[in-house]
């Protein structure tokens, strides 16, 4: 990672970065004797859709306050469209769009008024403030609902009007802490759908959520945060398949999960199974076996072959898919402030 020493302060962003719209560099934050975020550092591009999961008080929400301005670091430094959250704030909320997982609405304002007066807060004016409101309405499935006052929003609608006031002013980088919480399923889906679309825009998104197997469908990479530090940065495949170290200092092997399938119960398959290696962790339930597998796929095609030639009759032995929860719980410890 580079680190960029000249904080910007001109109304032109770095173009030597222009490709990084997020980017933090040591940030940390401390309350009392709680360090909040420990040198957090890490970097988002254009167009990217940049997971961010951690548990319960890890330290998202306190990074995401600080990139949208609403908190300033401890020390370090971090920067939004090239330019500084601390010395050009303004600039940054011209460029920058929050979501937060909380926000305040106002009974008796309908959509139409309320998405309005954050359109006026940002300067729009005339002609360019009537485009915003026909353009993001649209875009979030509201303009038939532009009459309706928000007290009679369901939460998913109530999701969608949040994130229309954080498109009001066409941010190029957008935050998003915790977009999907509390909607059904459909309304998930239909997030997923415009979160998706706004990356094919050229936009750049950081999501915080803990659904990760929602997350998962639409992140390009993801960043893991615990007690303050990042832990793992990379694309799902990119943290699983990463050497760990358990806590004595040793190692670990990456495993797979492997789950069998056999025409009939078997009692040699779970001794064979017990004589590998490479094997570890083994479930039996009736016809079905799942266990962990630590070989590579030569060593995994010898195991399914010593099982055929001694004529275990088996159905199925498929490796599952490694998932993004896999990933978190590979990476973090449990561990809380």
């Known amino acids: 990672m580079v680190n960029i ?17 997020i980017r933090l560099d040591n940030v940390s934050r401390v309350f009392g004797s709680t360090r909040a975020v420990d ?25 995401m306050r600080i990139l949208s ?17 601390v010395d050009d704030p303004d600039r940054v909320r011209k460029r920058l769009g929050w979501m937060p997982d909380g926000f305040g609405t106002y009974s008796f304002v309908n959509c139409e008024e309320y998405l309005d007066f ?3 807060s940002y300067g729009l004016k ?6 915003a409101l026909k353009r993001v309405m649209s ?62 825009d050229g936009k750049t ?13 639409m992140v390009d990479r993801v960043g893991i945060i615990e007690q303050g530090q990042l832990l793992a940065v990379g694309t799902v495949d990119e943290i699983l398949n990463r050497k760990s170290v358990d806590d004595n200092g040793e190692v670990e092997q990456t495993k797979s999960r492997i789950q069998l399938q056999l025409l009939d119960a078997d009692p040699r398959v779970a001794t064979m199974l017990q004589q ?33 030639d001694n004529e275990c009759r088996i159905v199925e032995f498929a490796s599952q898919r490694k998932s993004l929860e896999d990933a978190f719980l590979s990476v973090t410890k449990g561990r809380v402030q």
């Open 276 to 308: 590998n290696e490479w094997v570890s962790e083994i479930r039996v339930v009736g016809r079905e076996i799942k266990f962990q597998f630590a070989g590579d796929q030569e060593q995994q095609a010898g195991l399914l072959k010593a099982l055929i």
């Open 205 to 217: 998104l950081l999501v915080s959520s803990h659904i990760l197997t929602e997350l998962a469908e």
């Open 5 to 21: 020493t000249n904080p910007q302060t001109s109304d032109s962003a770095d173009t030597s970065q222009a490709d990084v719209t």
């Open 139 to 200: 875009f979030t499935q509201l303009d038939g609902m532009a009459n309706k006052p928000i007290k009679g929003l369901s939460k998913g609608m109530k999701q969608r009007l949040c994130l229309g006031r954080t498109l009001i002013h066409d941010p190029s980088v957008l935050i998003l802490d915790e977009p999907a919480a509390g909607l059904d399923p459909r309304a998930r889906i239909e997030l997923r759908e415009m979160i998706t679309a706004l990356a094919a």
């Open 39 to 63: 040198r957090l550092s890490f970097s988002v591009r254009r167009g990217e859709v940049f997971g961010f999961i951690g548990p319960n008080g890890a330290g998202k929400t306190t990074s």
């Open 69 to 85: 301005t609403l908190d300033t670091p401890t020390a370090g430094h971090a920067w939004v469209d090239g330019f500084s959250v």
């Open 118 to 120: 954050f359109a006026r």
């Open 126 to 131: 005339a002609n360019d403030r009537r485009n």
